[in-house]
């Protein structure tokens, strides 16, 4: 059975860093496509960075330059580095996954696999 489960989420202030773990169980993240989703109160879940099976990352316009997109295979686990947080950061962030995946999508619609989420709360 597979599961997603997030940690590292916090409150910071603006300016500072953050690094979201998701840990995978059931499967590998070698075999997945896992991306990095976040939804703030009142606001639709959107897309925040992605990697497929291949290494290759996808970035939504809001994290570039900011936010980075890792796999450990050895800890079966997604990780998203996150600097110079701002205010409109804070949201409920999922790790999500899709298996022998071949899209790079940042939409929800085509994950199937989520986790409970982790809080992120920036503060000016």
Sequence with gaps: ??????SGGGSVQA???????CALSGNAVSTACMG?????????REG?????RFGTTTYADSAKGRFTIAK????NGLYLQMKDLKP?????????A??????????SAYYNYWGQGTQVTVSS
Excluded: H, I, N
Aim: charged residues 25%; aromatic residues 10%; neutral net charge.
């Design 15 to 21: 300016g500072g860093s953050l690094r979201l773990s």
């Design 48 to 52: 925040v960075a992605m990697m497929d």
């Design 1 to 6: 059975q597979v599961q997603l489960v997030e």
């Design 98 to 107: 899709r298996f022998l995946c071949t899209s790079k999508s940042l939409l």
């Design 72 to 75: 450990d295979s050895a800890k």
């Design 88 to 96: 409109e950061d804070t949201a409920m962030y999922y790790c999500a």
């Design 36 to 44: 990095w989703f976040r939804q703030a109160p009142g606001k639709e």
